[in-house]
Each structure stands twice: as structure tokens, then as C-alpha cells.
């Protein structure tokens, strides 16, 4: 299966931990990974789910702070050092995208990523190893 590359547009989103109430967990980002999903859905189409060990190169695209906007070409392309944490956002993408792209994230076995200034998206490509 060729490697394809999925768009998602705003603001990065890293996961969040379980929250509790009386005693239960419930996830607070259910209704983002609803939505989410159905975005890349859209983009994946009819295509089979990817099998076998899989790469995921992935960039993530902050925005600028208001209070940095003089320094906007300067900034863009730059690495991004302040939080979300980018192992946590990467945690995200592979949770939104079980049993949409592929039946697993564990079928995951090299990630390549980076967190960089620009227009607020996610981009990111699966390819299917040998």
C-alpha cells in the first residue's frame, strides 16, 4: 500500500490522561477524537486499513503566540520548545487513528517526529514497511 499523507487542520492536540468522577474514568477528548476521525475517514476513503510494521512521520504545526507575532518570519519553521509535549500529541494521532488507518497502533514500529512554528495542522504519512 502506498504511503499517504493526512492533514488535520487547527491547533495540535496532545492526549490528555482519564479523568475521574465518582469513582469512574471517563475521557474528557472523546467528543475531539469523534470529529477527528471522521476527518481522517474522509481523507483515507475506501482504502484498506495499513498492516505489518508501519512508519509515521509526523509534524506538528503551532501557532505563534500574539505577544511573538513581530517575529512571525523569523519563527516559522523553527522548532517549537514550550509545551504541549510532543510525545503525548504523537499519542493522540495514534489513538484517533486505531481501526481507521490501521487495526493497532502497536503495529507502529518507527515514528519520526517534530513539532515546528507555522499554520496551526497536523501533517502526517504512514508507510508500510518491509
Do not use: W
Not at 495540535?12 to 481522517?40: C, F, M, W
Amino acid at each position: 500500500m502506498e504511503a499517504i499523507t493526512y492533514t488535520i487542520k487547527g491547533d495540535p492536540i496532545a492526549l490528555a490522561r482519564g479523568r475521574y468522577h465518582n469513582r469512574k474514568v471517563y475521557d474528557s477528548q472523546k467528543n475531539e477524537k469523534l470529529v477527528l476521525g471522521i476527518t481522517l475517514l474522509n481523507q483515507h476513503k475506501d482504502r484498506p486499513l495499513y498492516t505489518g510494521p508501519l512508519q509515521l512521520d509526523v509534524t506538528f504545526y503551532m501557532p505563534i503566540a500574539k505577544s511573538r507575532q513581530k517575529q512571525r518570519n523569523v519563527l516559522l519553521n523553527t522548532y517549537h520548545v514550550f509545551t504541549p509535549d510532543l510525545s503525548n500529541m504523537i499519542k493522540f494521532i495514534e489513538d484517533i487513528a486505531n481501526d481507521i488507518l490501521y487495526s493497532d497502533d502497536c503495529l507502529i514500529s518507527k515514528i519520526n517526529a517534530k513539532k515546528i512554528y507555522g499554520e496551526p495542522r497536523t501533517e502526517f504519512t504512514i508507510t508500510q514497511l518491509s
